[in-house]
């Protein structure tokens, strides 16, 4: 199944969670280096919530956080990801601004499939923002395991990775 980047968050990750019924870890791990308190509200599988401004994803503030997709029996073929920051008053800043797509089928190989170095998309704490990127590597391949890994601090200078939500684009095989 191929999921086009031309409607926002009508991708691999909403397919998956509306063939679960709303329960997203029957058809996807979703991991993260940590979260936040352990709070609730900062968990990793909230990126799958598109519509849920109360939820959201973020780590503590250590240098080379990560959000991890295990596609358990699926891989993907990434053509594009989008991201949409957080307005929550706990974000302050804390938006993303350096980071690394890479793909694995074993969770310990990695190879890279895009990569960002200080994108503006989503600097400022005045508005929610929604930014779709473009995979552009011709030799992309298909992957099980997906990973946003966060390079440098974010625009409020901490390593807290911050977002409120994700969605890929490609083949679902």
Not at 1 to 12: C, D, H, L, S, W
Not at 40 to 68: M, Y
Not at 120 to 147: A, E, L
Request: proline letters at 2%; aromatic letters at 16%.
């Amino acid at each position: 199944v191929e999921f086009p980047a031309t409607n926002t968050f009508k991708g691999i990750i909403n397919h998956l969670m509306q063939k679960s019924s709303g329960q997203i870890e029957k058809e996807i791990n979703i991991t993260a280096s940590s979260y936040h308190n352990n709070a609730d509200k900062c968990h990793p599988r909230n990126v799958a919530l598109f519509d849920d401004q109360e939820k959201f994803f973020c780590t503590e503030d250590r240098e080379g956080s990560w959000i991890c997709f295990d596609f358990k029996d699926h891989q993907v073929f990434m053509t594009g990801y989008t991201i949409k920051s957080s307005v929550n008053s706990y974000a302050n800043g804390h938006q993303p601004k350096s980071w690394v797509i890479e793909g694995s089928n074993d969770d310990k190989v990695w190879t890279t499939i895009d990569e960002e170095r200080g994108c503006d998309y989503f600097k400022g704490t005045d508005t929610q923002k929604i930014h779709t990127f473009m995979i552009n590597s011709k030799n992309n391949q298909k992957f099980r395991y997906i990973q946003m890994k966060q390079t440098d601090v974010n625009w409020d200078n901490y390593y807290h990775f911050f977002i409120d939500s994700f969605e890929i684009y490609g083949n679902l095989i």
